[in-house]
């Protein structure tokens, strides 16, 4: 299983991006899925979760949005409005597996089994 999150990159505050994150050997289907961010000396977030319901991070609410393909077998981030406090390296994650575990190398604690690499956005001012 592998998945790849794609669509970071440096952009000015007030404009948008959209992540993607393409799975290879796994169908995302109506699985759990989540996104977590983490900024160099910051806690990790978690943007988004779906695990039945979803839930997004209170402080991006109005301005995230997680869709699906599921023709394509991707997971959407758009972001909108973005802040340089939304500067981070974004993974995305799936597969709920009911035990935490740290996410790659980050400070991320998630129960998800699998998880990208993750993809840059930096947001100036």
């Known amino acids: 299983v592998q998945l790849v999150e794609s669509g970071g990159g440096s952009v000015q505050a007030g404009t948008s991006l959209r992540l993607s994150c393409t799975a290879s050997?796994?169908?995302?289907?109506?699985?759990?899925v989540g996104w977590y961010r983490q900024a160099p000396g910051k806690e990790c977030e978690v943007v988004f979760r779906r695990d039945g319901g979803s839930v997004y991070l209170e402080t991006i609410a109005d301005r995230f949005t997680v869709s699906q393909d599921d023709a394509k077998n991707v997971i959407y981030l758009q972001m909108n409005d973005l802040k340089p406090e939304d500067s981070a390296v974004y993974y995305c994650?799936?597969?709920?597996?009911?035990?935490?575990?740290?996410?790659?190398?980050?400070?991320?604690?998630?129960?998800?089994?699998?998880w990208g690499q993750g993809t840059q956005v930096t947001v100036s001012s």
């Open positions: 994650a799936a597969r709920s597996m009911g035990r935490g575990t740290r996410l790659g190398d980050t400070s991320c604690w998630t129960d998800f089994g699998y």
């Open positions: 050997g796994f169908i995302f289907g109506s699985s759990s």
